[in-house]
């Protein structure tokens, strides 16, 4: 299972562009890489994911470079709701490894 | 939009006592999860079932806690005796497929508080 690393924290403004980087050296050819979003006293919600390449949809987009030893999650234009925790996670599908969260991201927006 | 349930919400229990949380995965979900998440941290998987099976549930202190899903629908989470420790937040989740890359749904959870 790769081990993902990300910072524990970062603080935005509203209307700016926030982009969360994952290091994941250890990914495996069968590996996709999975982002999940937190607020606080919820379940997480997953909010995209992907193999290579550029992955978009409404919420955010996922860039991944040609090595995949790290990727992007990009959220465009963020408002005072984007602040949650962002877990990345590493790991193939249909496999038998779990999700192992660790402390994820926690941004802030502010005002 | 189809959610998973959880009940309830929130629980207070004294120590020694025993605590029960259900849950009830999205319609047609076989694969069912309970997670256990304590502030500050990201959530741990307890245990997995596949239907009515126990796919993992390594995590699981099984001295204590129990999982159960009987007829592959719903599924209950026991603790028995609760201990001190036992405080945080139990998260259910669903997913069509078998695999926990595939996407889960969570529901809001069950914040446990042990005094």
């Known amino acids: 299972l790769a081990k993902t690393t990300q910072p524990i924290s970062m603080d935005s403004y509203e209307g700016q562009e926030v982009n969360i980087t994952c290091s994941h050296n250890?990914?495996?050819?069968?590996?996709?890489i999975t982002w999940y979003q937190q607020f606080p006293s919820q379940g997480p919600r997953f909010i995209i994911q992907?193999?290579?390449t550029k992955v978009t949809n409404e919420v955010a987009s996922l860039f991944i470079p040609a090595d995949r030893k790290s990727s992007t999650l990009s959220l465009p234009r963020v408002s005072l709701s984007d602040t949650a925790v962002y877990y990345c996670?590493?790991?193939?599908?249909?496999?038998?490894?779990?999700?192992?969260f660790g402390t994820g991201t926690r941004l802030q927006v502010f005002p | 939009e189809a959610e998973v349930a959880q009940s309830p919400r929130y629980k207070i229990t004294e120590k020694s006592q025993a605590v029960a949380f259900w849950c009830d995965p999205i319609?047609?979900?076989?694969?069912l999860y309970w997670y256990r998440q304590i502030l500050g941290q990201g959530p741990e998987l307890l245990v997995q079932?596949?239907?009515?099976?126990?796919?993992?549930d390594s995590q699981l202190p099984k001295d204590r806690f129990s999982a159960e899903r009987l007829k592959g629908v719903d599924s209950t989470l026991k603790i028995q005796p609760a201990e001190l420790g036992d405080s945080a937040m139990y998260l259910c989740?669903?997913?069509?497929?078998?695999?926990?890359?595939?996407?889960?749904?969570f529901g809001p959870g069950t914040r446990l508080t042990v005094t």
């Open positions: 992907g193999y290579k």
């Open positions: 079932f596949q239907d009515e099976s126990v796919v993992d």
């Open positions: 996670l590493v790991g193939p599908r249909g496999g038998t490894d779990k999700l192992i």
């Open positions: 319609s047609g979900h076989a694969t």
């Open positions: 250890n990914i495996a050819t069968n590996d996709y």
């Open positions: 989740a669903s997913s069509l497929l078998l695999g926990s890359f595939y996407e889960q749904y």
